[in-house]
């Protein structure tokens, strides 16, 4: 069989799923390719959540996985601005950051059979779920706020800068802001799967195995947890 780029005997594609409860109903999706079957299949994989959950790691791991193009909204509006997130706030504050997102997001959201993440603000605008929600399965990628401290930590010290919302300690700032958001994502969400403790391909498989759920038409019109 053909597995994640990779040939592989079928005893090792078994063994891959006994160790990672997960997966064992990989049997109805696809390996190293596009999926085939009902409509399901061609609709576009949307990742939410807050910075630092992985929506941008995990997104050019699908996106290379299904040769699918792959849409970073924040890196859209950036090459758009031709200046970096944290110099738009700084120079013309978040109200233009979000009308700039608005207009990148409504654009690379109306054709189907794409990977998209989105800023982790970005669904908190009814007009952008509804723009998002017209071709796509929505993934909430979520973290706890420690685990988030730590990944944006990281990010920093490798000179991935983003302004603050709030001017609070890191920590608190986090605390705050996702008292605020978590709400929305799970309202919007037609997945939830939770990134602690796993790996991006863990994720990215996680994933493929909800879409594997909904195009056999388990997991249409409701919330799932993975």
């Known amino acids: 069989c053909f597995f994640g780029g990779h040939v592989c005997t079928w005893f090792e594609l078994s063994s891959y799923c006994h160790f990672r409860p997960w997966a064992r109903k990989a049997h109805g999706f696809f390996f190293g390719g596009p999926p085939l079957g009902n409509s399901h299949n061609s609709k576009t994989i949307i990742l939410i959540g807050y910075r630092g959950s992985g929506k941008t790691s995990v997104g050019e791991h699908l996106a290379a996985d299904l040769s699918r193009p792959f849409f970073d909204t ?7 601005a031709r200046m970096s997130i944290d110099a738009i706030v700084s120079r013309m504050g978040w109200t233009h950051f979000r009308e700039l997102e608005k207009q990148v997001i409504e654009s690379v959201s109306g054709k189907s059979n794409r990977v998209i993440a989105t800023g982790g603000g970005a669904v908190m605008d009814p007009d ?6 017209r071709n796509g399965w929505i993934f909430w990628l979520k973290a706890d706020a420690q685990i988030l ?6 990010d920093q010290s490798a000179g991935k800068n983003r302004p603050s919302l709030t001017g609070k300690d890191p920590l608190k700032e986090i605390q705050a802001v996702l008292v605020q958001r978590d709400p929305v994502y799970q309202q919007i969400c037609d997945f939830m799967i939770d990134t602690e403790g796993y790996s991006v391909r863990d994720v990215a498989m996680r994933i493929l195995n909800g879409l ?3 195009r056999q038409g388990r997991d249409h ?3 799932h947890f993975r």
Do not use: C, P, T, W
């Not at 952008?128 to 929600?133: A, D, E, Q, T």
């Not at 401290?149 to 990281?154: A, D, F, G, L, S």
């Open 74 to 80: 924040d890196a859209l509006v950036e090459k758009q």
């Open 128 to 133: 952008n779920v509804g723009y998002l929600k």
């Open 149 to 154: 401290r730590q990944r944006i930590e990281k």
């Open 212 to 214: 594997g759920g909904a």
């Open 221 to 223: 019109g409701g919330k």
